[in-house]
């Protein structure tokens, strides 16, 4: 258990404003505001874990001259937060890192009934048999990614991972079977993606990305970088518009323009663009990091790697095996390490409260490493899944309630057949034994050396 589980009277939600004040926030974290904002910028890892030993699993932190929130990593706290009606705890989407280059219109960043709206409008090519459709895509792509890699010499594996699921995401979007020709406004998007993907882990992304916090619209440096993504998409829907076989297409853009909300109105360019941005870059990046994570840990854990081979080749077992071990990588290494929600009214935290209008923040890393939950949380054990299926409040690698991951069916879908392809097909090893540290770019967490790995041989 961790110290904040521990507390007594753990009950967590809406109270009257006069218990509130009286039971009053977490303890602060005794750090100076930059210290705190730096480390938990950089290295948030040790942050959250240093903070729980040292005042418990729920604490209040300054990152400039007020109290800028609290975070925690409480169970109970999470189930409040993530099961309360959406007005009493909504999304801090809207004020979320990606609101400058999503914009405030996309299913990510609006909130209220504008969220709603786009979310039911995408939710239903996301899930069940539209998913069956992408797994030939998947397949396709992992196959035809892995025969280039080289053998015997180190590689990282986040830039494969990315090209794989960069392939997938677009032919969902686009419609694209093939691979796009070059010149074709496909083909641009897809360089321009892989390009700034890249970019955004230089110190000079990573730059950016500052000038950027808290800000509703890009900073100046930011905006030629975007415009460069946003033209072959404007050209692309331009196209699609115009396209005679519209009402016959099934990818999301074709279905995008045709859709009408319960009023009647289309959505707009605008709308659009935001939509398919939103889709490419929380789409991709994302799933291909959690694999990345997945190879990190495994190349550094002989037991489970061994376990993961034999039943992938002997075929016994094979999909319960693939399956733990994706939900023990995303445990541990989640690429969205937190989800934030601001609670509009009085809020109990176990034994503390918070004000109406604070921003809370779930520490996902926290809850994925709480003892009560998880025994040996550190430990990479995928067996621990062993007839066991991921808690809705205790397993948040795509966070939960009604902002949950829109994409979580998909990435799954994709984690299972590269995960499998790769497992049947390659003996890897790790390029170096030190774990990898986290990297933190925007909203995720990924490896910094991006998983690098050396392939022995290949099948
Ligand atoms: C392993 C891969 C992925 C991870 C770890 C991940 C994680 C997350 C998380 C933590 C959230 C926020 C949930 C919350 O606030 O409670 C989210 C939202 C979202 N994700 Fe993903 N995601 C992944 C893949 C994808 C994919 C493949 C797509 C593309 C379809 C996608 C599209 C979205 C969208 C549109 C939202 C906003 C949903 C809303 O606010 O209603 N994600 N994701």
Same mark, same amino acid.
Not at 72 to 91: C, M, N, Q, W, Y
Not at 92 to 103: C, D, N, V, Y
Not at 298 to 327: G, W
């Given at each position: ?113 504008? +969220? ?14 539209? /998913?069956?459709?992408? !797994? ?63 970019? !955004? ?7 950016? *990305? ?5 800000? +509703? ?43 009408? !909300? ?14 398919? &941005? ?6 991709? *990046?994302?799933?291909?990091?959690? &694999? ?30 693939? *399956? ?69 409040? *205790? ?50 967490? /990924? ?13």
């Amino acid at each position: 258990m961790t110290a904040g589980s521990q507390q007594v009277g753990s009950v967590s939600g809406p109270v009257p404003a006069a218990e509130a004040a009286a039971l009053g926030p977490p303890p602060l974290i005794p750090l100076p505001p930059l210290v705190q904002l730096l480390r938990f910028r950089q290295r948030q890892i040790e942050f959250v874990f240093r903070a729980r030993r040292q005042i418990g699993g729920r604490f209040s932190m300054r990152t400039g001259e007020s109290v800028a929130g609290v975070m925690t990593g409480d169970p109970e706290d999470v189930r409040s937060l993530l099961a309360a009606k959406p007005e009493l705890a909504p999304s801090t989407a809207g004020e979320s890192p990606l609101r400058p280059i999503l914009g405030p219109d996309s299913v990510l960043t609006a909130t209220g009934a504008r +969220h709603l709206r786009q979310r039911k409008l995408l939710l239903p090519h996301f899930h069940g048999e539209a /998913i069956e459709r992408y !797994t030939a895509a998947i397949a396709e792509a992992t196959e035809r990614e892995i025969d280039t890699w080289p053998l015997g010499r180190a590689f990282p594996l986040a830039p494969r991972m990315q090209a794989i699921t960069l392939d997938v995401i677009m032919a969902g979007i686009f419609g694209v079977g093939a691979q796009p020709a070059p010149g074709t406004a496909e083909h641009r998007l897809r360089t321009v993606t892989r390009r700034l993907g890249q970019f !955004t882990t230089t110190a000079a992304g990573q730059a950016v *990305e500052m000038l950027n916090a808290r800000r +509703h619209e890009p900073a100046a440096p930011a905006r030629p970088i975007l415009s460069m993504i946003y033209r072959p998409i404007e050209a692309l829907v331009a196209e699609r518009r115009a396209a005679d076989d519209l009402g016959e297409r099934r990818d999301i853009l074709s279905l995008l323009l045709q859709a009408r !909300t319960e009023e009647g109105e289309e959505l707009s360019d605008a709308e659009i663009r935001a939509e398919l &941005l939103t889709l490419i870059l929380a789409g991709h *990046e994302t799933t291909a990091n959690s &694999l990345a994570w997945a190879w990190e840990r495994l190349t550094r854990a002989p037991a489970a790697h061994e376990r993961l081979l034999d039943a992938v080749r002997s075929e016994a077992d094979a999909e319960a095996v693939v *399956e733990q071990t994706i939900y023990e990588a995303m445990r541990s290494r989640p690429v969205v390490p937190l989800t934030g929600r601001r609670v509009t009214v009085p809020w109990r935290l176990g034994p503390y409260a918070v004000p109406a209008g604070t921003g809370v923040l779930i520490s996902i890393l926290l809850v994925h490493h709480d003892e009560g939950l998880y025994p040996k949380p550190f430990e990479f054990r995928p067996e621990r899944w062993a007839g066991r299926r991921p808690g809705t409040y *205790e397993w948040l690698p795509f966070g939960g309630g009604i902002r949950r991951c829109l994409g979580a069916s998909l990435a799954l879908a994709e984690m299972r057949v590269v995960l499998a392809t790769m497992t049947r097909r390659l003996d890897l090893v790790c390029a170096e034994p030190e774990p990898e540290p986290a990297l933190h770019r925007n909203v995720t967490m /990924i490896p910094r050396r991006g998983a690098r790995v050396v392939v022995l041989s290949r099948r």
